[in-house]
């Protein structure tokens, strides 16, 4: 359900799909590309890896190496690969969606949190309703019939609107508290990074410019907060032996915080 969700977005947004099954034995190499030597002109030339496209989808991420997983940080956060000390910059627009089996499956290995951090969003697909798995039984797949309703170009272009919607300095106030609250809150081990601050900006823009308005409201916060920061947040070993999660602390933290006051024009 996980790839055949990541292959439906690439369809509706129109761009350039690929895929990379995660096992023990993929080397960094097949993400980032590698040098080969060309002999009739005597010299190394680039082979592009699995990430030089539009939309990479990294399936269960975490049954790669470390290492391997690693290998997607430079590209994940700037949009760039190095390989022999070259650097070489992805299409643009550049997404990337990584599934994930849960953690302490057989063959699974716990993501960096180097990594995790640069991940925008996190969310949990869980399992289809009933009508919805009746359809699955059905044989078929809609992914496979979905045509682009927006072109790549389009996408940029909305990226830069998000991108002027007008924040307020209280809201980003109120982004800064809620971020240095999990930093000290005595449930959790590591808290928000500014990383994280920043991903929560730019997601409550998005989610502002979604809902049709030129402005951000700390309902926009606080509706994209628990995808954007609850798995950047990692809990006391006590905090998880008392059954405490990540979202449940983070939910008490946006309780207890009080809403800052947008100026009226």
């Not at 949990?124 to 809609?142: K, M």
């Not at 991903?199 to 926009?220: Q, S």
Request: negative net charge; proline residues 7%; glycine residues 8%.
């Amino acid at each position: 359900g996980k790839t055949t969700m990541a292959l439906a977005f690439s369809k509706a947004l129109g761009l350039r799909y690929s895929r990379m099954q995660f096992t023990p034995d993929v080397l960094p190499s097949d993400i980032t590309g590698f040098s080969m030597y060309d002999k009739g002109s005597g010299t190394f030339r680039y082979v592009p890896g699995s990430a030089m496209t539009n939309f990479f989808l990294a399936d269960e991420i975490n049954r790669a190496s470390p290492k391997t997983q690693s290998a997607l940080l430079e590209v994940m956060q700037e949009g760039r690969l190095t390989v022999d000390g070259k650097t070489y910059a992805v299409p643009q627009p550049f997404i990337v969606m990584a599934t994930q089996n849960p953690f302490g499956s057989s063959g699974t290995q716990e993501l960096p949190e180097s990594q995790t951090d640069r991940f925008m969003i996190r969310i949990t697909v869980g399992y289809p309703a009933r009508e919805d798995e009746i359809h699955i039984l059905s044989g078929e797949s809609p992914a496979e019939t979905l045509t682009p309703v927006i072109s790549p170009a389009q996408l940029l272009a909305l990226r830069e609107e998000a991108g002027r919607i007008h924040v307020e300095d209280s809201l980003y106030g109120y982004m800064v508290d809620l971020a240095r609250a999990t930093r000290n809150h005595p449930d959790i081990r590591l808290g928000v990074s500014p990383r994280g601050t920043m991903c929560l900006a730019a997601m409550t823009k998005a989610h502002a410019l979604m809902e049709g308005r030129a402005y951000a409201t700390p309902d926009d916060v606080m509706t994209v907060a628990p995808y954007t920061l609850s798995h950047r947040i990692s809990l006391t070993g006590d905090a998880r032996y008392a059954g405490k999660t990540a979202e449940s602390v983070l939910s008490s933290i946006l309780s207890s915080l009080p809403l800052p006051s947008l100026k009226e024009d």
